[in-house]
Nanobody, 115 residues
Framework: QVRLVESGGGLVQAGGSLRLSCAASGSIAGINAMGWFRQAPGKQRELVATITSSGKTNYADSVKGRFTISRDNAKNTVVLQMNSLKPEDTAVYYC?????????WGQGTQVTVSS
């Protein structure tokens, strides 16, 4: 089992920045991709950004140029730096880790961007 704990959410004004962190613990050997997804009220959960163990990244078009995902394999953490935040970025952000055919999720952290 892999445990994922997110931190760093909160309330910020439009144009501001937030930094989300996700720490993985437990059976972390073999984790390949890690990433961030988000779910706004009434909407489906969607990909924000992912990063593989080799550092290959993938971003949703809506966040390209504003968000940056990074990973510290030694510390088993993944960080999402969010800049130039917009009200439409408001959502619960979830950390995700993939290990072989298994997927693990964190409990989520709320990000609210006021206009």
């Amino acid at each position: 089992q892999v445990r994922l704990v997110e931190s760093g959410g909160g309330l910020v004004q439009a144009g501001g920045s937030l930094r989300l962190s996700c720490a993985a613990s437990g059976s972390i050997a073999g984790i390949n991709a890690m990433g961030w997804f988000r779910q706004a009220p009434g909407k489906q959960r969607e990909l924000v950004a992912t990063i593989t163990s080799s550092g290959k990244t993938n971003y949703a078009d809506s966040v390209k140029g504003r968000f940056t995902i990074s990973r510290d394999n030694a510390k088993n953490t993944v960080v999402l730096q969010m800049n130039s935040l917009k009200p439409e970025d408001t959502a619960v952000y979830y950390c995700r880790a993939d290990r072989s055919v298994l997927t693990f999720w964190g409990q989520g952290t709320q990000v609210t961007v006021s206009s």
